[in-house]
Nanobody, 121 residues
Framework: QVQLVESGGGLVQAGGSLRLSCAAS???????????MGWYRQAPGKQRELVAV???????NYADSVKGRFTISRDSAKNTVYLQMNSLKPEDTAVYYC????????????WGQGTQVTVSS
């Protein structure tokens, strides 16, 4: 199995910045088969949505609402994915979840426990 531990959430004023981290640990075989790492978020009363994803090749994809403000990156040596969030807006308030896709032994999605991000106006 794989465990994901998130950190970095909190309360920030609009226009501020936060950096989320998510470290994967557990089965070496499964972690070695990670094909993509990403962040999702879920605001109260809304569905969970993709924020950003980064593949093994370094290809990134962002939700339109965060393009130009958020940056996803990964440290493969530390099995960690980061989300740098700048110019935060109140509408970015949500619980942010880390997600990884593994391929061994079968394709599987792992989720973190979630970290709260609150942006005050």
């Amino acid at each position: 199995q794989v465990q994901l531990v998130e950190s970095g959430g909190g309360l920030v004023q609009a226009g501020g910045s936060l950096r989320l981290s998510c470290a994967a640990s557990g089965s070496i075989a499964r972690i070695s088969s990670i094909s993509a790492m990403g962040w999702y978020r879920q605001a109260p009363g809304k569905q969970r949505e993709l924020v950003a994803v980064i593949t093994n090749s370094g290809t990134t994809n962002y939700a339109d609402s965060v393009k130009g403000r958020f940056t996803i990156s990964r440290d493969s040596a530390k099995n960690t994915v980061y989300l740098q969030m700048n110019s935060l807006k109140p509408e970015d308030t949500a619980v942010y979840y880390c997600n990884i896709n593994t391929k061994f032994p079968l394709p599987y999605n792992y989720w973190g426990q979630g970290t709260q991000v609150t942006v005050s106006s």
